[in-house]
């Protein structure tokens, strides 16, 4: 009988990977989105059992709460993207079969055979020590992440702009 | 002087160069909003060229002042003269680009960019300050924060042009294609971090020096790591099999963009892979008992990226595609001293990007001037009979072509030399083969550069008047022509100032 965090993760494993696939293969481009909310969920869960506490309420606050309503507007809102014509080729899906499989294995063994360092974490909340290093050691990070964003939100104007100007333009 | 760890407050002293750049981005940003629409574009180049001296200027002046090595920000950053040397390097690439995307003045002429030009200087000089950070980045954490930077800001430059189907195309592809390639490297990262339990470059190094030394080779999980790493470097680097995005975003890109996104992010690519390996990895320093694996798998790289540029540029009727080709070759060869892991090989892949930045920021100046004339035409047949319409413009895209293949007098050859010269020192059969793969290359690289002399000289365009080219873009084409030949007989000093500057800490 598996421990019960074990068993938690199998399940919260299974709720990532089962959406993921969803995701990927799903044809209707709604429902991926849809099945987007179970990996979000399903890795907030794998934050809370490695104690990382305040990083799942962030991913479910910003990716749950954000950026998947985001995604579903951009769908919803995208006119005529249900017979997109997909102009690229898809390659040869057996090659890519293969290669994956390679891939995985490779990364599957060196994985269960490299003798990871352990340490006990300590104890959740997690919340008090992440605002000290973001003003502290960390400080430079977290400023350049601002600048990131600054430089992206300019950059959306930019683009943003363009796709009015067009509409102006054929009226 | 022996190595300091400054805290927050006392680095910033050393981040001034960084420090002005932002401040010129806000600057930037207020200008374009309240300045009198007659004074506007002037303001922003002269705001933007100020802010990119005083950085260059700081470079130069820690350089001169034999300043550091420091760590800055409790270890994040390295201040030391390879980060310095690479600031001097960026800040004039990026003044060049700004010169190089002035508007054309007047009537007739359709500009290539758009009206947003307040915008275009600072997304170029955010860029400039994200591939400052690259060079410097002593931290996981901060290498994938500063190659973020420098995307993001590379995805809406390359999508810049307005109406242009090609334009998005390609930043849209650079999208996808970058997403991908940071999720690969960010997952190396965290293998890396596993087994380390550092993000920091210098206690990363200590462990896997550590688990080494216990298991008489490099661990897998390193290697797999840095395999994955790979793709986010070699995918700024535009280094097989990352290349893919390539030639769509330069060919899709304005001119000015394209020529940036070639030299700027890729020297930057290079900094970042070139301290990773030599401070994390200790690439450069291992005992010679120990067999590592990165010498084989640079060579491959090198020689995989080189191969496939240059057979592809062979077929290019256009003209920017077919550079966007060619420097995909160019990261082959610098691979190719990148692979060597010796002194020799870091300062003759620095130099090599000293010579890189004026030969082809020049060859796309060319470019450039030649579309604006002829209506935006960048394929072969708008360069025919240019040697007589615009002999001058004629004469230095010669330079530039000569150099880029690698032939003396000019700069490539220097550079080249160097390259091999540093393979062939490290000696072994594996470093002939690549020497020789590398020789095939240059000489398959010479056919396609001169199918552009031959247009330009041999072949005669359905116009014969000479073509107006801007003062502007005259004299910086001329301005780039000099140096690269100037570099080809007399390279003694720049080399020696480039090959001194490469001390890193570690």
């Known amino acids: 009988m598996p421990s019960l965090s074990a068993l938690v993760f199998l399940g919260l494993a299974a709720l990532t990977l089962g959406s993921a696939g969803f995701v990927a293969f799903s044809r209707n481009i709604i429902h991926s989105a849809l099945a987007l909310l179970g990996t979000f969920l399903g890795i907030a869960g794998l934050y809370v059992t490695l104690s990382a506490d305040f990083l799942a309420a962030t991913q479910v606050l910003v990716y749950v709460g954000g950026t998947l309503v985001l995604i579903l507007f951009a769908v919803m809102l995208t006119s005529r993207i249900a017979e997109m014509k997909v102009s690229n080729p898809r390659g040869r899906p057996v090659v890519a079969f293969v290669l994956v499989t390679a891939v995985l294995l490779v990364l599957g063994r060196v994985a269960t055979r490299t003798p990871w360092p352990a340490e006990a974490r300590p104890a959740m909340p997690s919340t008090a020590k992440l605002g000290h290093a973001f003003l502290g050691e960390y400080l430079l990070p977290f400023e350049l992440g601002s600048i990131v964003l600054l430089g992206a939100m300019i950059g959306a104007v930019v683009l943003a702009r363009r796709a009015v100007r067009r509409a102006g333009e054929k009226e | 002087m022996e190595t300091r760890t400054f805290d927050n407050v006392a680095s910033l002293a050393y981040f001034a160069p960084e420090l002005g750049l932002i401040a010129a981005v806000l600057l930037l940003v207020v200008w374009d909003l309240a300045s009198p629409a007659r004074l506007k574009i002037a303001g922003l180049v002269v705001i933007s060229l100020a802010a990119l001296a005083w950085s260059g200027g700081m470079g130069a002046y820690f350089l001169a002042k034999d300043a550091g090595p420091h760590e ?82 590379s995805f809406v430059l390359a999508g810049f042009k307005i109406n242009d189907a090609r334009s998005s195309e390609g930043a849209l592809k650079y999208v996808i294609f970058g997403g991908v390639a940071s999720g690969i490297m960010l997952y190396g990262m965290s293998w890396i971090f596993g087994i380390t339990a550092s993000m920091h470059l210098g206690e990363c190094a200590a462990r896997i020096a550590a688990l080494t030394a216990q298991q008489g080779k490099v661990p897998e999980v390193v290697f797999v790591g840095t395999a994955c790493m790979l793709a986010g470097f070699g995918y700024k680097i535009s280094a097989a099999p990352f290349h893919m995005w390539t030639p769509d975003v330069y060919e899709g890109a304005p001119t000015p963009v394209t020529a940036f996104l070639s030299v700027g992010p890729k020297a930057a690519g290079f900094a970042v892979l070139v301290r990773f390996f030599s401070d994390a990895l200790g690439a450069g320093s291992a005992s010679p008992a120990v067999a590592t694996p990165w010498p084989v798998l640079a060579g491959c790289l090198a020689m995989a990226t080189m191969t496939i540029g240059n057979l592809s540029a062979l077929g290019q009727e256009n003209v920017k595609r077919m550079l966007a080709y060619s420097s995909i070759a160019h990261a082959g060869y610098m691979l190719l001293g990148f692979s060597v892991f010796s002194d020799a090989g870091v300062a003759a892949i620095a130099f090599y990007i000293v010579t890189y930045c004026f030969m082809n920021l020049g060859a796309f100046m060319v470019v450039m001037a030649v579309a604006e004339q002829s209506g935006g035409d960048e394929t072969l047949s708008a360069f025919r009979g240019l040697g007589r319409r615009a002999p001058l413009v004629a004469a230095a895209m010669v330079v530039f072509l000569v150099s880029l293949t690698g032939l003396p007098p000019t700069a490539g050859f220097v550079g080249k030399f160097y390259l091999f010269s540093a393979l062939l020192t490290a000696g072994g059969a594996w470093r002939w083969v690549l020497a020789i793969v590398g ?15 031959r247009a330009m000289y041999l072949e005669k365009g359905e116009r014969t008047e000479p073509v107006a080219v801007r003062p502007l873009l005259g004299a910086t084409t001329c301005a780039l022509a000099v140096p690269t030949l100037l570099l080809g007989v007399y390279w003694g000093p720049v080399y020696d100032f480039v090959a001194s500057s490469l001390s890193m800490l570690r």
């Not at chain 2, 800055?72 to 190089?100: C, E, K, M, Q, W």
């Open chain 2, 439 to 453: 020789v095939v290359n240059s000489v398959i690289s010479l056919f396609y550069y001169a199918r552009v002399l």
């Open chain 2, 72 to 153: 800055l920000f409790h270890g994040l950053l390295a201040f030391d003269r390879f980060s310095n040397l690479f600031r001097v390097i960026f800040a004039f690439v990026t003044g060049a680009i700004v010169l190089f995307s002035v508007p054309p003045r007047g009537p007739g002429v359709a500009p290539e960019l758009r009206r947003d030009q307040g915008e275009f200087f600072t997304l170029i000089l955010v860029l400039s300050l994200g591939m400052n950070l690259m060079a410097a980045s002593r931290h996981l954490l901060l290498i994938y924060l500063s190659l973020e930077l420098v995307s993001v800001m």
